[in-house]
T-cell receptor
Framework: SQQGEEDPQALSIQEGENATMNCSYK?????LQWYRQNSGRGLVHLIL?????REKHSGRLRVTLDTSKKSSSLLITASRAADTASYFC?????FGAGTRLTVKP | DAGVTQSPTHLIKTRGQQVTLRCSPK?????VSWYQQALGQGPQFIFQ???????QRGNFPDRFSGHQFPNYSSELNVNALLLGDSALYLC???????????FGSGTQLSVL
């Protein structure tokens, strides 16, 4: 069973633009994580935000968490063609269906 | 420092057969989790092993079983294969439970 659900399912932007992906979940959490997957292979951990944190940054990534709304967002600033991938949120070992991001050069 | 390694990378089986997939965790990690990912879908949690015991299990039938060895490596066994078992099987290791997961590149299983 899936815990998180990403929105939108797919997103297409131009290089240099910002990309925002959202995640909603159903039950209380200890932390929420975001992962990236290129070409259907292994996932790569991007960032972990704990339930008592509201915002976290890592390079061009910014993650927010709103536990009252059971939602999180991932912002990628100044996107690059290499950011083209699927992005997943995960809570309690469960992943959503992901957002497919395409960054056009 | 070797990351998570999975074998084989690709596998073709026929319906009704049994399959064993293998995973070696990242050095220093003691927990192994297995996922099934169908094309275009997110990874579905199968189960997690810690200290050679199944600690958590997702919504998968008993045809899916696993094992963890004293060196923390793990196997996923699937019996009586169905066409719907065709998927990418991912192994992830971690230190402890629900913290940062390190994934292998997966085993692509095709059931004909």
């Amino acid at each position: 069973s899936q815990q998180g659900e990403e929105d939108p399912q797919a997103l297409s932007i131009q290089e240099g633009e910002n990309a925002t992906m959202n995640c909603s979940y159903k039950t209380s959490i200890n932390n929420l994580q975001w992962y990236r997957q290129n070409s259907g292979r292994g996932l790569v951990h991007l960032i972990l935000i704990r339930s008592n944190e509201r915002e976290k940054h890592s390079g061009r990534l910014r993650v927010t968490l709103d536990t009252s709304k059971k939602s999180s967002s991932l912002l990628i600033t100044a996107s690059r063609a290499a950011d083209t991938a699927s992005y997943f949120c995960a809570t309690d070992m469960r992943f959503g269906a992901g957002t497919r991001l395409t960054v056009k050069p | 420092d070797a990351g998570v390694t999975q074998s084989p990378t690709h596998l073709i089986k026929t319906r009704g057969q049994q399959v064993t997939l293998r995973c070696s965790p990242k050095s220093g990690h003691d927990t192994v989790s297995w996922y099934q990912q169908a094309l275009g879908q997110g990874p579905q949690f199968i189960f997690q092993y810690y200290e050679e015991e199944e600690r958590q299990r997702g919504n998968f039938p008993d045809r899916f079983s696993g094992h963890q060895f004293p060196n923390y490596s793990s196997e996923l066994n699937v019996n009586a294969l169905l066409l719907g078992d065709s998927a990418l099987y991912l192994c992830a290791s971690s230190l402890g439970g629900n913290e940062k997961l390190f994934f292998g590149s997966g085993t692509q299983l095709s059931v004909l």
